[in-house]
Structure formats: structure tokens, C-alpha cells
């Protein structure tokens, strides 16, 4: 088989491969195929400079194949869900206290703004000291429902 593809296969096939990888990835936007691609067209370019055998190119194509998905994988592919979802939006914003928040105790505060649909949440204090109605805090951690609050100085 690998002396059927030496005889055959010509640099501009690597080429060909490439564009359609490059094809492939336009279909699924898994930005995966365009390392392909792209490591497709390095050998084939490599092939027409140099005039290597096929199994010095299958061995190129494969080692940069894994680096590009390596590289992908490192610097470009972003974690997009987070542990505790949509309400990572609510760390550092500042709310009044509507109900006193004594130390073990729930109370509640209130945000000018709904968020995650209610202007109301329970909250328990960060510190082991009471914080009186009225009094500004801002949000520290989420804990599932509860929220964890410092008083603002």
C-alpha cells in the first residue's frame, strides 16, 4: 500500500487534502480540521521542496497534526461553562440590606437590577459579625441559593 501511495501520491495532493479539510472545518467549526489543513499543506510544501518519501511525509503530517491539536487545545480552546453558571455574574455587585444578616443567620438583600430574575436573595455574611438593615454589602462567593456577603467600609 505505502509503495502504491509513494508511486501515486504527488506533492499537490497534499494540497488538494488541505483545501479540503479546510472545506470540512467550514462545515463543523470545530477549528480541529483546519490544523489538519494546514499541517496538509506544510508537507505537501515540504514534498515539493525537498522530494520526500511517503513515509518521512505520513510521519511529518501526523507529528504536526497532534502539535496543532496540542496548540489548539492549550491556547485557543476556552472553557465556557463555569461551576456555578450565570450567577459568577453576581460576585462583586453591591446590594442593600433589607433584612439584618446576623452571624450563622440568613437574612436578605435587595439589587437595584433582577438578577437571574429575582431583586431579592437570602445571604449570609462572609465575616462572623452582624450587618444591620440598610447597610451596603457586596457579594463575595455564591453558595447554590445563598449568597455570601462583606459589608462594604
Known amino acids: ?81 463555569s461551576n456555578s453558571g450565570q450567577s459568577n455574574s453576581m460576585i462583586d455587585m453591591k446590594a442593600i440590606v433589607i433584612e439584618d444578616i446576623n452571624p450563622l443567620e440568613r437574612g436578605k438583600v435587595k439589587f437595584n437590577i433582577p438578577l437571574l430574575g429575582e431583586r431579592e436573595w437570602e445571604a449570609i455574611s462572609q465575616t462572623e459579625e452582624s450587618i444591620k438593615s440598610g447597610a451596603i454589602v457586596h457579594v463575595v462567593k455564591i453558595k447554590g441559593q445563598i449568597l455570601l456577603v462583606e459589608e462594604n467600609i
Open 1 to 81: 500500500m505505502l509503495d502504491f501511495l509513494s508511486n501515486v501520491l504527488q506533492w499537490w495532493h497534499w494540497i488538494v487534502l488541505g483545501i479540503v479539510f479546510f472545506i470540512v472545518e467550514m462545515m463543523t467549526f470545530t477549528l480541529v480540521f483546519i490544523g489538519f489543513g494546514i499541517t496538509s499543506i506544510l508537507v505537501g510544501i515540504i514534498d515539493l521542496v525537498f522530494v520526500t518519501n511517503i513515509n518521512f511525509e505520513l510521519s511529518i503530517w501526523g507529528v504536526l497534526s497532534i502539535l496543532s491539536i496540542l496548540i489548539w487545545y492549550k491556547f485557543f480552546n476556552t472553557k465556557t461553562v
